[in-house]
């Protein structure tokens, strides 16, 4: 069974940094394009940032550039995203999800982000 | 970049109605990248189909998707009660980038 677990979120001041986790399990995790997208409260879903197998490409959504960096260890089965500079629009949930560079196949449970001072 | 753009924003509807939704596209999308995911309140988004008419592994058959160019459908033949959701179409682009719609509630009646 495919589980992704997120964790890392948390309240955090504007300007503010914070590094989100997922944890990935029952997949070969090193055969995935991984993905984050997250959501607003209330709203609907957004892209932020996706990343190839070995790391060699990641592409981002262009209000995060500069700001997000996104990663992986395929030795330890996890997906992260460094958020530096964050602003109050960055407060959403944040889901990770193993794909396709295409397509979103599964997806964690989120981890809720607020940006509050 | 491409926008997408989901209609109705509500849909009110029965059990055992039959749901439309639409998805269309400021620019050609190829039908090879385009999804749509089902979300339940407090639950994470679920692939129901791909390649614009293909169904992800467990879906049934009540869900089919069609479309092509600009405009894209999914279609619920009957509403069951686990149905009651909000659905998203989904595009890749030639950026990279993933680009969702606006969602369409389908909430009942």
């Known amino acids: 069974e495919v589980q992704l677990v997120e964790s890392g979120g948390g309240l955090v001041q504007p300007g503010g940094s914070l590094r989100l986790s997922c944890a990935a399990s029952g997949f070969t995790f090193s055969s995935y394009w991984m993905s984050w997208v997250r959501q607003a409260p209330g709203k609907g879903l957004e892209w932020v940032a996706n990343i190839k197998q070995d790391g060699s490409e990641k592409y981002y959504v262009d209000s995060v550039k500069g700001r997000f960096t996104i990663s992986r260890d395929n030795a330890k089965n996890s997906l992260y995203l460094q958020m530096n500079s964050l602003r109050a629009e960055d407060t959403a949930v944040y889901y990770c999800?193993?794909?396709?560079?295409?397509?979103?196949?599964?997806w964690g449970q989120g981890t809720l982000v607020t940006v509050s001072s | 970049e491409i926008v997408l753009t989901q209609s109705p924003g509500t849909l009110s509807l029965s059990p055992g109605e039959r749901a439309t939704l639409s998805c269309r596209a400021s620019q050609s999308v190829s039908s090879s990248y385009l999804a749509w995911y089902q979300q339940k309140p407090g639950q994470a988004p679920r692939l129901l189909i791909y390649?614009?008419?293909s169904r992800a592994t467990g879906i049934p058959d009540r869900f089919s998707g069609s479309g092509s160019g600009t405009d894209f459908t999914l279609t619920i033949s009957r509403l069951e009660p686990e149905d009651f959701a909000v659905y998203y179409c989904q595009q890749y682009g030639s950026s990279g980038a993933l680009t969702f719609g606006g969602g369409t509630k389908v909430e009942i009646k």
């Open positions: 390649g614009a008419s």
């Open positions: 999800a193993r794909g396709r560079r295409e397509l979103l196949l599964d």
